[in-house]
């Protein structure tokens, strides 16, 4: 099971849930006189209908209404349509209208975690980590564009021939990334990310998903509440946000959180938060706002903890400069395959900014910034686990000096494809231990004991 299999989705509409049956009753690929049928209908709607009159209605109303007047346009037209095929039409032209097309029961689906539309004709979705080819399609590229431009028009977004490549969110907070020709060479294309309704909890993470054990969860539960900086390393689709939502939790409700993000994925449950969103240039090349503004702006508004939900460019000196300046406890993620590798890319970003550091400067920044780092990994399998904590100890020459304390330990495949393996502990006690005693949290020296395995 993967961090994303126990994703809750949006409460589904009653109308939706009744109508859910029908997938499995729609051929699997659409015919051609179907596709001609739905067309007609969609654009003799749009004539009947009074588009400014139906925007005060509530929904659930819209969509009784869209499906009495087809059911009276086939009955006009004297169409030979049989209940199943009239079932999956109503449901085809409310999802046209009302939501987003063809992939509207995927994002209903709360079993899938992506949704990855390679051209009209071509949508794969990832379920318990695996991807999967669906007999989802769109009529034509226009249509496809069409469903794209409502999804980026939601949030204030464009996207044509002069800024053909767009980053969005849908309303429930799931992450859209779309290209188009001429960029695009085979049509247009998007990816879903879908978004936790019901956020994971780190019981789910050790007991259901297993991605950690209860030694390791203690730890990084302790460290987020004694205001330890970390930063969360880890590949494409690796669980770093959901991770990072999940130590947020730990920040206690009396403390003032400001978080900065690309786009809006973070979950925080505490009732003092400013959520901010950078901002891309308009069709005149202006009004471009960049994380490196937003956590400038973010010191001035007395925060005790800054959230940023990737590093990924110059803001890296403003965060590191935060970090050693009072703003303990703060958060992040990066892209990196290992912890070194994370501190490698903090070094390169440090260098974006143009300040000139020596290497050995900007190593010294990152070393007394940061405490702890965090690796997460997607196996083969689909599955995510924690595969190393390491600890930053400061520094030797110019050298950052780093200490595992946890390490998942691949030991093979199985049969069925499934990675066998174990978590361990390395056997270091960490330096931030007495940190950790000082705000009242205790870890027993147990759990430190070197080649201690934990399935």
């Given at each position: 099971?993967?961090?994303?299999?126990?994703?809750?989705?949006?409460?589904?509409?009653?109308?939706?849930?009744?109508?859910?049956?029908?997938?499995?009753?729609?051929?699997?690929?659409?015919t051609s006189s179907y596709k001609t049928l739905k067309g007609k209908m969609h654009l003799k709607l749009l004539e009947k209908f009074d588009l400014a009159a139906l925007e005060t209605l509530p929904p659930e109303v819209l969509r009784q209404e869209i499906a009495t007047m087809i059911t009276r346009l086939l009955e006009e037209e004297q169409t030979a349509i049989n209940d199943i095929e009239r079932r999956t039409l109503i449901r085809d032209i409310q999802h046209e209208m009302l939501g987003f097309g063809p992939i509207e029961l995927l994002m209903a689906d709360?079993?899938?975690?992506?949704?990855?539309?390679?051209?009209?004709?071509?949508?794969?979705?990832?379920?318990?980590?695996?991807?999967?080819?669906?007999?989802?399609?769109?009529?034509?590229?226009?249509?496809?564009?069409?469903?794209?431009?409502?999804?980026?028009?939601?949030?204030g977004r464009r996207i044509d021939e002069s800024s053909p490549m767009v980053d969005a969110r849908l309303p429930d907070g799931s992450?859209?990334?779309?290209?188009?020709?001429?960029?695009?060479?085979?049509?247009?294309?998007?990816?879903?990310?879908?978004?936790?309704?019901?956020?994971?909890?780190?019981?789910?993470?050790?007991?259901?998903?297993?991605?950690?054990?209860?030694?390791?969860?203690?730890?990084?539960?302790?460290?987020?509440?004694?205001?330890?900086?970390?930063?969360?390393?880890?590949?494409?689709?690796?669980?770093?946000?959901?991770?990072?939502?999940?130590?947020?939790?730990?920040?206690?409700?009396?403390?003032?959180?400001?978080?900065?993000?690309?786009?809006?994925?973070?979950?925080?449950?505490?009732?003092?938060?400013?959520?901010?969103?950078?901002?891309?240039?308009n069709i005149e090349g202006r009004g471009e706002i960049t994380q490196r503004a937003l956590v400038r702006n973010a010191l001035r508004m007395r925060p005790d903890r800054i959230v940023i939900g990737e590093v990924r460019g110059a803001e890296a000196v403003d965060m590191l400069q935060a970090m050693n300046t009072g703003h303990e406890g703060s958060l992040t993620?990066?892209?990196?395959?290992?912890?070194?590798?994370?501190?490698?890319?903090?070094?390169?970003?440090?260098?974006?900014?143009?300040?000139?550091?020596?290497?050995?400067?900007?190593?010294?920044?990152?070393?007394?910034?940061?405490?702890?780092?965090?690796?997460?990994?997607?196996?083969?399998?689909?599955?995510?686990?924690?595969t190393s904590i390491q600890e930053i100890t400061g520094m030797e020459g110019e050298v950052i000096?780093?200490?595992?304390?946890?390490?998942?330990?691949?030991?093979?495949?199985?049969?069925?494809?499934?990675?066998l393996g174990h978590f361990a502990a390395t056997g270091v006690r960490p330096k931030f231990a007495e940190r950790l005693r000082t705000f009242g949290v205790s870890l027993p020296d147990s759990m430190f004991d070197p080649g201690k395995h934990y399935e």
């Open positions: 099971m993967s961090f994303r299999e126990k994703l809750d989705a949006v409460e589904i509409e009653p109308i939706v849930r009744s109508q859910m049956h029908a997938v499995n009753e729609q051929p699997s690929v659409a709360p079993s899938v975690s992506d949704i990855l539309v390679n051209n009209h004709d071509q949508v794969y979705v990832e379920r318990r980590g695996r991807l999967e080819l669906t007999n989802v399609t769109f009529t034509d590229e226009k249509h496809l564009l069409r469903i794209i431009d409502k999804i980026v028009s939601l949030v992450r859209v990334n779309a290209v188009i020709p001429p960029v695009a060479l085979d049509g247009p294309m998007m990816s879903i990310r879908r978004f936790a309704h019901v956020p994971l909890r780190m019981e789910n993470l050790v007991n259901d998903l297993k991605s950690l054990t209860p030694q390791m969860a203690l730890m990084l539960e302790g460290l987020s509440r004694a205001k330890v900086n970390m930063l969360i390393s880890g590949g494409t689709g690796a669980g770093k946000t959901t991770l990072l939502n999940i130590l947020s939790g730990y920040i206690p409700e009396s403390e003032r959180i400001v978080t900065i993000e690309d786009a809006a994925e973070l979950q925080m449950q505490q009732p003092h938060v400013v959520r901010m969103e950078t901002r891309p240039m993620t990066i892209h990196a395959n290992t912890p070194r590798d994370a501190l490698s890319r903090l070094e390169n970003m440090i260098g974006m900014a143009n300040l000139n550091l020596p290497h050995k400067a900007a190593r010294q920044q990152i070393a007394s910034a940061i405490t702890v780092v965090i690796q997460g990994l997607r196996l083969i399998d689909g599955k995510r686990k924690i000096t780093m200490q595992e304390i946890f390490a998942f330990r691949q030991t093979g495949v199985g049969p069925e494809g499934e990675v």
